[in-house]
């Protein structure tokens, strides 16, 4: 019966000092994981919540209040006017924001069209304005396609280098911006060979974010 006693009594011991171990190990990994996330937001702001296995977000600073943006001489003749249904069609993509926010509004649904050149391509895509009536936030979804997003801003972020967010695989660059009139987060991108350019105003990050996972996932 001691014997026995013995036995219990060294297995409970194997147990505690293996869960002792494991619960190191997994502490340390941890740590590591968290230090390589902070050790890659140089120059920007890591959103650990949003930190997956192949998701990191990092939000670039602006030196500039609200990013420039260089427009073509658009004229009637370059606009050619669509359905929003043959819109979604040329795209090869369909979203709805009220689908993730109930509270948004589409707001620019009177015309749906592109600016094109002479040969086709997109001059300037079509700009979609989503609102919350009850409150300040605005949703703006500008796509070229067959194109990259129609500002850069690689020269207007502060000292840093700019640093690439990842999300659902994809490469997306993310910046705020913040003055005392408008605020809120920008971000460019190529999803399905179509240039985005997004402006959250008065959206949080996590807000944000979740547009963007939205998009990609469309």
Same mark, same amino acid.
């Given at each position: 019966?001691?014997?026995?006693?013995?036995?219990?009594?060294?297995? %409970?011991? /194997? /147990?505690? %000092?293996? =869960?002792?171990?494991? !619960? /190191? /190990?997994? *502490? *340390?990994? !941890?740590? =590591?994981? $968290? $230090?390589?996330?902070?050790?890659?937001?140089? !120059?920007?702001? =890591?959103? $650990?919540?949003?930190?997956?296995?192949?998701?990191?977000? &990092?939000?670039?600073?602006?030196? $500039?209040? &609200?990013p420039e943006t260089g427009f073509? =001489?658009?004229? #009637?003749?370059? @606009?050619?006017? @669509?359905?929003?249904?043959?819109?979604?069609?040329? @795209?090869?993509?369909?979203?709805?924001?009220?689908? +993730?926010? #109930?509270d948004m509004i589409e707001e620019?649904?009177? *015309? @749906?069209?592109?600016?094109?050149f002479s040969d086709g391509s997109d001059?300037?895509?079509?700009?979609?304005?989503?609102?919350? #009536?009850? !409150?300040?936030?605005? +949703?703006?979804?500008e796509i070229i396609k067959d194109g990259v997003p129609k500002s850069d801003n690689t020269q207007v972020t502060n000292d840093s280098a700019l640093l690439a967010s990842t999300i659902s695989g994809e490469s997306v660059n993310i910046f705020r911006f913040d003055s005392d009139e408008q605020s809120g987060y920008y971000a460019e991108f190529v999803h399905k060979s179509l240039g985005f350019t997004v402006y959250g105003y008065n959206f949080d990050k996590d807000a944000f974010v979740r547009i963007l996972s939205y998009l990609i996932s469309c």
């Open positions: 019966m001691k014997a026995q006693s013995k036995t219990i009594g060294m297995a %409970i011991g /194997v /147990v505690l %000092i293996i =869960a002792i171990f494991t !619960g /190191v /190990v997994l *502490s *340390s990994r !941890g740590q =590591a994981i $968290s $230090s390589e996330i902070s050790g890659n937001s140089e !120059g920007g702001a =890591a959103l $650990s919540l949003a930190n997956t296995e192949d998701t990191e977000i &990092i939000i670039n600073e602006l030196a $500039s209040e &609200i073509f =001489a658009l004229a #009637p003749d370059n @606009y050619l006017e @669509y359905t929003k249904e043959d819109l979604f069609d040329y @795209y090869g993509i369909e979203f709805d924001i009220s689908s +993730v926010f #109930p620019n649904t009177g *015309s @749906y069209g592109i600016f094109k001059m300037q895509g079509h700009n979609f304005i989503w609102a919350n #009536p009850t !409150g300040n936030e605005k +949703v703006s979804i």
